[in-house]
């Protein structure tokens, strides 16, 4: 298998994030403490879950912009963090708050997202009952690192998002690297739909060119090099 699924698990500062992590894995693989900011650099552990290897990344806690003084290190992290969410395969976003579990601007662009509600452990009845009744069901998985609940469903909607996408494609299976080159194609056609429709001849021959080198790494052939050089050739891009 050309790699494994990048699963990354991310949040706002506090969460739980990286007590899941080593719940989900069974390895105390990243550092606990009651303190914020605890994790800086990205920690990855390995997991296989039905032949396919994940590979969970937990990432520094999230703050929405000009939320108080940060220190350098704090912005420096929690930018890795953003760069990690734009490229992961699946998030698995964790709040330790029922008000947090909708849509949130820190998450970006990415479309396979699952959401967490870690610590529910703590959650008096009401409130449980009262996101019973919100929710539907396949909105969020609660979960407690402290006392296992919620870790088995967790990982069951895991595979479930992942059968949903490398699911058979009329029978043929799709590997990861095929994926990511369809995700890849897909974002590098819309760009160049908006190009063409603002009559930017230039942008469109770059989007162009990302395009052909994802059909490439689909194919797995490199694109062709005399096909790049006459886009740019045409399109005098960059002179």
Do not use: Y
């Not at 929405?64 to 290190?73: C, D, F, L, V």
Request: aromatic share 2%.
């Amino acid at each position: 298998m050309d790699g494994g699924i990048e699963t990354v698990i991310a949040g706002r500062p506090n969460v739980g994030k990286s007590s899941l992590m080593n719940a989900i894995t069974g390895k105390r693989t990243s550092i606990v403490t009651d303190e914020p900011g605890t994790t800086r650099d990205v920690v990855r552990s390995s997991l296989v879950l039905n032949g396919h290897r994940l590979e969970f990344v937990d990432t520094a806690g999230i703050e929405a912009e000009h939320q108080g003084p940060e220190k350098k290190a704090d912005q420096l992290a929690a930018r890795l963090a953003r760069e990690q969410i734009e490229r992961g395969d699946l998030v698995l976003w964790v709040t330790d708050r029922p008000e947090d579990l909708g849509d949130s601007p820190l998450l970006g662009r990415t479309t396979r997202v699952i959401r967490v509600l870690s610590k529910c452990d703590l959650l008096d009845p009401l409130t449980r009952q009262r996101l019973i009744a919100e929710h539907r069901p396949s909105a969020f998985v609660a979960t407690s690192a402290s006392t296992g609940e919620g870790i088995d469903s967790l990982l069951h909607a895991v595979q479930s998002e992942i059968d949903r996408w490398l699911g058979p494609a009329d029978g043929i299976p799709v590997s990861v690297r095929q994926a990511r080159s369809c995700r890849l194609l897909d974002q590098a056609m819309g760009k160049l739909q908006e190009s063409l429709d603002n009559h930017m001849l230039e942008l469109a021959a770059i989007d162009l060119r990302d395009a052909l080198r994802a059909v490439g790494q689909l194919l797995g052939q490199d694109t062709e090099p005399d096909v790049l050089a006459r886009i740019f050739e045409e399109f005098c891009v960059g002179k």
